[in-house]
């Protein structure tokens, strides 16, 4: 999870829709006429293309994971009086997976004056002398943890944020995403499949965005208090908006590295997921998955926001965390050991692909 | 783990001595030298009887859990050049205890000046004009997570902190400390006996004690975002200070409280460590160990502390997670169940004794 996502949470508590002009249709409002009337389209606002997107790759993700697992998830639906609504599906003890998460939330709401100061940081765009603002949010978050130590946890969260002018018309957008694996063991293969994959649909639209993004990914999932990476790596950029590339293009790069996610991951899944394991490798997994409950716990920023919001819907907030974990005073793994190999990757990035 | 535990790893670290005046020996050169020529005697500084106080406390309680679970603990004694060292005795997968730890440290080092003027506000005998000042420290900590879901986890710490004037005389000084205890079913004798043998040590020093410290002890040891407390309480008290009693009767007090722990806590453990369990019972459990998770990693000022600070000993912050814990979507205990008999409880504390 990424603070989009929380932002996505509070707002499901905090946002209902206070008109700002009686007169003047919130855009809540319009979307909903707008969907009535003509359906989604490519000439839509970029709220309802991006609805539509991350509720069809919603459904292809989940369909995917559940042909190969064999069990189903479970959905959990909410919807908001004032248009937006949520989508959560949980397979928890499957077969490949002990527990696979794939959200979406799509959110319309006010952000009191102070979000807009600390979001201004990043949005000049965001008019500091306004009392609240409406906004819009949709996100799709989804972190699959599998039974097989051998392979690798998968987490990967794409989203797309506006606010509105008192008369309806867009006022600042931006983007945000990305997708980084988190392995027991290394295959190195499995690793470099998922960056090229990355990296492939990243260069599709500019030559930079993968070392740039691949960069910032290795300081966000950073257990700081460690001195180690939570993974291997991947993608991950925020706050991206008319000062990176326009709208289009922006949608156009989050739609292919959506593209991208089953094509990364799959393969590897499907190489690891019957492999033969000891009960010593099982639990240097659980030993893994306490790492990354502390870096969620402790330092991802939109956990941080979702716990410390009054009245959040914690069992999403949280849904990120494995089934299990374990935490063994003073573990050291064996010199020369794969276990010591990992340890090594995650003390010093790695570049993957060039 | 409280806030004082990791000043104490945070001086471990950054709190080398700087002499303040080359012709003024510190106060850890002064305690080096007074325990080499007359031993610790009820008429020594605080600093060493604190000392004294815990290191038998600890030998006395890792001697009593050996006793019942038949294992050995693991012994890591550290000294810092400056005089001051630590002992943690870890016990893990015995036959009784899944995971039990029990510290102590001795510190002695130099508060800047941004912590102490956040000392302040508690203290306001610490002299805020200084660029720094020398202190000592003085704790002993212990969490104990047996393997019986009918067993409850305990936590216990003590401890002591002093600051020193230029010329090596006390400046500050003051005591907190604490014990809770966390079941995952509850027994209410075995709660009414630990907050009653808690209770009887509060009354030989204070009758007020008992009510004001059970309370601050549901407000510290409360996992907010889920709206319930960690466990079923007990006492919690810190910055104690000649505004509240003078040196030698809150000494008497925490040595009091040090007495009363085994009493508290081991005829309980002897009641539940054999007692048959479902598998059902055994995940609830792990379901509660992630709660205390959440509590430690989201909550704990010592923990958050300790983490944020370069270079701690992560091991001794962190060990008092427990060895395994379990995230499960949703997960809801029947209604009428001993389960949500539990959750009751915690979402609305319980006067346990009159």
New interface residues.
């Given amino acids: 999870g990424v603070v989009f996502i929380s932002a996505l949470i509070y707002s499901m508590v905090t946002g209902d829709k206070q008109s700002l002009a009686a007169d003047t249709p919130s855009i809540a409002e319009q979307d909903t006429l707008r969907k009535r009337e003509s359906g989604i389209t490519a000439t839509s606002p970029m709220r309802l293309r991006m609805e539509a997107l991350i509720k069809a790759k919603q459904r292809e993700i989940v369909r995917a994971l559940e042909a190969i697992d064999g069990g189903k998830f ?1 959905t ?1 639906t909410w919807t908001r009086p004032n248009g937006g609504g949520g989508i959560s599906c ?1 397979l ?1 003890e499957g077969k490949v997976f002990e ?1 696979a ?1 794939v959200n979406i939330s799509i959110v319309y709401g006010t952000l009191p004056r102070k979000a807009i100061s600390q979001m201004r940081v990043n949005h000049k765009a965001l008019d500091p002398d306004v009392e609240s603002l409406e906004f819009f949010a949709a996100g799709l978050s989804l972190v699959l943890h599998p039974n097989n130590p051998m392979a690798p946890t998968v987490h990967l969260n794409y989203r797309y944020f506006e606010t509105a002018n008192a008369d309806g018309s867009t006022n600042a957008w931006w983007f945000g995403g990305g997708t980084d694996l988190t392995p027991s063991y290394l295959f190195d293969e499995d690793v470099i499949h998922f960056h090229r994959t990355i990296k492939e649909a990243c260069d599709q639209h500019d030559k930079n965005y993968y070392s740039r993004f691949k960069k910032w990914c290795d300081e966000y999932f950073s257990v ?3 001195g180690e990476t939570r993974g291997v790596g991947g993608i991950f950029f925020d706050d991206l908006d008319e000062s990176e590339k326009d709208q289009e293009s922006l949608f156009a790069f989050s739609s292919t590295c959506l593209d991208a996610f089953l094509p990364s991951y799959l393969p590897i899944l499907k190489r690891r997921k019957d492999m033969p394991f000891t009960d010593r490798e099982k639990q240097w997994q ?1 030993l893994r998955r ?1 790492r990354y ?2 870096f969620n ?2 330092h991802d920023r939109g956990t ?1 926001f979702g ?2 919001t009054p009245g ?1 819907r ?2 999403s ?3 990120s ?10 573990h050291e793994p064996e010199i020369g050991s794969r276990e010591e190999r990992l340890m090594q990757v995650l003390k010093q990035p790695v570049e993957w692909v060039e």
Same sequence: chains 1, 2.
């Fill in positions: 479970l959990d949980v928890q527990k998460g700081k208090h460690r659980q306490g409950v502390e716990l402790v941080a716990l410390a959040a914690i069992e907030v949280l849904m965390l494995p089934l299990t974990a374990r935490w063994q005073y003073m």
